[in-house]
């Protein structure tokens, strides 16, 4: 359970330390303003979203058809 929490945890923790040097970076030597910097993060998450949604659902297309199978293929022939 510990071990679970905290890989959880590390994730987010790199996450906001990405998004931190971010803003860092694009401000100071970019040269960005703060609210050009966010609205590219928000377009980002929400491009990110969208992205997730479409690549689930191609997942379940492709794997409609075709069929996610471990092992050798003509066993699955005989016992399907």
């Given at each position: ?33 703060l609210?050009v ?44």
């Amino acid at each position: 359970m510990f071990l679970a929490a905290g890989s959880y945890l590390s994730i987010s923790a790199m996450g906001y330390l990405v998004i931190v040097y971010f803003v860092s970076y694009a401000t100071r030597n970019l040269q960005f303003s703060l609210p050009v910097t966010l609205g590219l993060l928000q377009s980002a998450a929400v491009i990110f979203a969208i992205s997730i949604r479409f690549f689930a659902n191609r997942s379940d297309i492709i794997l409609a058809v075709q069929g996610m199978y471990i092992g050798p293929q003509d066993w699955v022939a005989d016992h399907a």
